[in-house]
């Protein structure tokens, strides 16, 4: 029998979004342009985003 994962951290969570046809088209390009697909690109500027504010946050710290 395979074992389950029960690492919850890497369990992917759904979420409803919704986005402007102009916001939409903007990351759909750039998903493209970086070879990503378009839920891809939306995971990947959102992990960004919360490293670039970790980062302020810690540097507010010192």
């Known amino acids: 029998m395979g074992e389950k994962n029960t ?3 890497k369990a992917k969570k759904q979420v409803p979004l919704r986005l402007s046809k ?3 088209d903007e990351i ?4 493209e342009d970086d070879f990503r697909s ?10 960004e ?3 670039r504010r970790k ?3 810690d540097s ?3």
């Open 22 to 24: 102009k916001l939409y």
């Open 28 to 31: 759909a390009q750039w998903a």
């Open 38 to 47: 378009m839920n891809g690109q939306i995971e990947y500027l959102l992990t």
């Open 7 to 9: 690492d919850k951290s």
């Open 49 to 51: 985003c919360v490293k």
């Open 60 to 62: 507010q710290e010192e």
């Open 55 to 57: 980062g302020k946050k």
